[in-house]
């Protein structure tokens, strides 16, 4: 049973255009979402999150959006950039009681420059 | 100075063979996890420790046994290995339940022949 989805496992995208990485989740009791980032032969590595009681984050190049009702979000990369090639997991989490994140299995973004 | 270090970075071994994966962690954080990436790439949760408790334990063949001597530390040892054990196995950490992000290792890729 895989909550969280990301059915594209691949995009390419020319650099300076913008990256739109898709996630769908099942779990409606998930209320905080997170991105990763990840590099061949390295853990991945924390990104941007999102609280179930926003529906945008934003960190400099980087925004996520959060489509609740969808249960749907996507991470914006503008512009993108040859050094954010890597792939991108999305995650979930449900805040109370003991906590665990599930995982999406990836989608590799390729920047060409 | 790695934040969160795991060795080996790989291990290769045969069949029925007991073998350990060691995980440190120099950030002070009080929660440890251990994660599996299989051949799909997704990335399932299989223990946490909080405090050197363990608090959450998947779905995983009792052949897989963490131990925590410490916060700062969370072994994994796997007994009578099997083909389908072969996966790379990531160490995370973390302060306290946080929707902020785990922080990983690098990972240890086990190949069992």
């Known amino acids: 049973d895989q909550q969280v989805k990301q059915n594209s496992p691949s995009l390419s995208v020319q650099e300076g255009r913008i990256s739109i990485l898709n996630c769908d989740y099942t779990?409606?009791?998930?209320?905080?979402f997170l991105w990763y980032k990840k590099y061949p032969a390295e853990g991945p590595t924390f990104l941007i999150s999102i609280s179930s009681i926003k529906d945008k984050n934003e960190d400099g190049r980087f925004t996520v959006f959060l489509n609740k009702s969808a249960k749907h979000l996507s991470l914006h990369i503008v512009p993108s950039q040859p050094g954010d090639s890597a792939v991108y997991f999305c995650a979930a989490g449900m805040s109370g009681g003991y906590q665990k994140v599930t995982f999406g299995t990836g989608t590799k973004l390729q920047v060409i420059p | 100075d790695t934040a969160v270090s795991q060795t080996p970075k790989y291990l290769v071994t045969q069949m029925g063979n007991d073998k350990s994966i060691k995980c440190e962690q120099n950030l002070g954080h009080d929660t440890m996890y251990w994660y599996k990436q299989d051949s799909k790439k997704f990335l399932k949760i299989m223990f946490s420790y909080n405090n050197k408790e363990l608090i959450i334990n998947e779905t995983v063949p009792n052949r897989f046994s963490p131990k925590s001597p410490d916060k700062a530390h969370l072994n994994l040892h796997i007994n009578s290995l099997e083909l389908g054990d072969s996966a790379v196995y990531f160490c995370a950490s973390s302060q306290g339940f946080t929707s902020y992000g785990y922080t990983f290792g690098s990972g240890t890729r086990l190949t069992v022949v």
């Open positions: 779990n409606s009791m998930f209320d905080y």
